[in-house]
């Protein structure tokens, strides 16, 4: 899962504040939790008329 640190913390996964990181779904959903990270989505798809 894609996700931005929004604060600095370090532990099994070390993040400063704004880095972006690919890391396991289970650890992202615990450091969202804690609202140490936000999840980034990708872009929606255009569909072209």
Do not use: C, H
Request: proline content about 4%; hydrophobic content about 35%.
């Amino acid at each position: 899962m894609k996700v931005k640190a929004l604060v600095n913390f370090a532990g099994k996964i070390s993040m400063s504040k704004g880095e972006e990181k690919d890391i396991k779904k289970e650890t992202a959903e615990d450091l969202i939790r804690a609202q140490f990270v936000e999840e980034i989505k990708p872009p929606k798809k255009q569909v072209k008329k």
